[in-house]
């Protein structure tokens, strides 16, 4: 029978030379570099008061260090970090043996702020410096993390005041039914559990008022409309996603095409995606980065007649796609059949209808300059009138003819009641009453639309998926980053801006970068 040597795993002391645990090519090498020899940290010493009391502090590059490193490898939470910087080799190097507590992590990464910001734009520069940042075509794209905060506690303000009338009626109950045994021979006591339960809603009322005595107004979006607050987190938001509704913050990117940098990063509470590309786009001409031959693509969420109105009077070439735009692509025309399964533990879609799809106006050739529209059906529209008027949206009125609709084989698709209904009506917006009424058919969407349909602008604004999906795939699957832990616009944001940052250090460590 073979005999082998006896291998020892047994715990045992060497010696380790700390020095010599950065590899070139490594993120830790280049995380070290950095922070100690490229970026000015000088900012963060305005946080400690320490000068002549108090005992010493942990240096923030130290601290920095081990927080980047740690997010590169997905360890996120403080705890974990910690543990690392007592048992792992790389982690001992980067703390110089002097592993900080949880806690003194948990707070400096909560308070990074304004500080991270800077280093993020440092990053950028030395990134820009080293070429791998080439300025053609930058990809703006976002994503929504749940943040530190429960969507149950969401609400306008008078949700709110129902909610707090609703437990002080109910606390009042208890108490008077209580009362109310003051008759009887023998009064029963309060037990132990109502009292609890007394207190508890009374607690939870008293916390409601206050918190409606400091937030005196509702929360509105840019245009006015009411928004639900959050009790935990005020600048938080509800927003949708594919699995579910969360409560949380979009963290956005603008990311370069030629070796996928991160160039711009922030965190909004909102759900809306056309809030976001204007300040991304700020940003980047803050930054310099913007240049005349630019391009700047975003996909069918960030489209609006206001944002490509912006960008025009900019002088910012765009490529922005409509919600059309699939659509109209015939490489798409399959892409139906090739759609994952729903899961139906987040599925909240309603069944589809086995009704067939009616007709929208879209299916219908409408051209505005020459004021005529063309049915599915292939048959003329007569134009119904000067001007339509629809709560305050001024459009153009098409309708069909009998001889035409009656016949028609597209009748069950065309008209919601082809029984009672003897023609198909269709109108066309283009403006608003409170607002000068731009030239007919040359809108900024128009354009943007006839712009993305040319077959060249349709190859580069192709390129936009490969270029930002596989970053927003790095941060959220291989590092880890499934949610924000942060409450706050200003925390979640440097939170985000940390993640970002280690993006863009990978990027230097694969150039072994001080090597």
Not at 77 to 93: K, N, P, W, Y
Not at 430 to 437: A, C, T, V, W
Request: net charge positive.
């Amino acid at each position: 029978m073979a005999r082998y040597k006896y291998i020892d795993t047994q715990p045992r002391l060497v010696p380790v030379d700390l020095a010599r645990q950065f590899l070139p090519g490594t993120i830790e090498h280049a995380v070290n570099h950095l922070l100690d020899h490229a970026i000015d940290l000088s900012g963060f010493d305005a946080r400690f008061r320490n000068d002549a009391t108090g005992a010493p502090a942990y240096p923030p590059a130290l601290l920095l260090k081990v927080v980047l490193v740690a997010y590169a490898h997905g360890v996120v939470s403080s705890r974990g970090i910690e543990r690392l910087c007592q048992e792992h080799v790389t982690f001992i190097a980067l703390c110089g043996d002097h592993p900080p507590h949880f806690t003194t992590i948990a707070e400096f990464v909560s308070t990074v702020g304004d500080d991270i910001a800077r280093v993020f734009a440092a990053v950028v520069a030395i990134c820009d410096r080293e070429g791998l940042i080439g300025r053609e075509m930058f990809a703006i794209d976002g994503v929504k993390l749940p943040s530190n905060a429960s969507k149950r506690r969401s609400g306008t303000r008078a949700d709110f005041e129902r909610q707090a009338a609703k437990l002080e009626t109910t606390a009042h109950q208890i108490l008077r039914r209580h009362r109310a045994s003051d008759a009887l021979a023998t009064e029963p006591p309060l037990d132990e559990k109502a009292t609890r339960r007394v207190a508890r809603l009374e607690r939870d009322a008293a916390e409601l008022r206050t918190w409606l005595a400091q937030h005196p107004e509702d929360r509105r979006g840019p245009k006015g409309t009411l928004r639900q607050s959050n009790r935990t987190d005020h600048e938080s938001a509800k927003m949708a996603t594919g699995k579910g509704v969360i409560q949380g913050y979009t963290g956005a990117a603008a990311v370069d095409a030629a070796h996928q940098v991160i160039v711009a990063a922030q965190a909004h509470g909102t759900g809306s995606e056309q809030e976001v590309l204007l300040p991304m786009v700020d940003d980047l001409r803050g930054h310099a980065l913007l240049a005349d031959a630019s391009l700047v693509t975003a996909d069918a969420g960030y489209h609006s007649e206001a944002n490509l109105g912006a960008l025009e009077a900019q002088g910012v070439d765009a490529l922005v796609a409509d919600p059309e735009l699939r659509k109209r692509d015939e490489r798409f025309a399959t892409q139906a059949h090739h759609r994952a399964k729903k899961n139906p533990l987040h599925d909240k879609s309603r069944p589809e209808s086995p009704e067939p799809r009616l007709y929208q106006p879209s299916d219908f050739a409408y051209d505005p300059e020459a004021r005529t529209c063309v049915c599915p059906a292939g048959k003329s529209l007569y134009r119904k009138g000067q001007n339509l008027v629809v709560g305050r949206h001024i459009g153009e009125m098409f309708r069909g003819a009998k001889r035409d609709c009656v016949p028609c084989g597209h009748r069950a698709q065309c008209l919601r009641t082809p029984e009672t209904t003897a023609v198909r009506n269709v109108a066309f917006f283009h403006g608003r009453l409170d607002k000068p009424p731009p030239e007919r058919g040359v809108t900024a969407s128009q354009r943007m639309k006839a712009r993305i349909d040319d077959p060249e602008n349709r190859q580069r604004y192709a390129q936009r998926f490969g270029v930002v999906e596989p970053v927003f795939g790095n941060l959220c699957y291989n590092k880890g980053l499934r949610r924000f832990t942060l409450r706050g616009r200003a925390k979640v944001e440097g939170q985000w801006k940390l993640f970002c940052l280690v993006h863009n250090i990978e990027k230097l460590a694969k150039l072994r970068y001080a090597a």
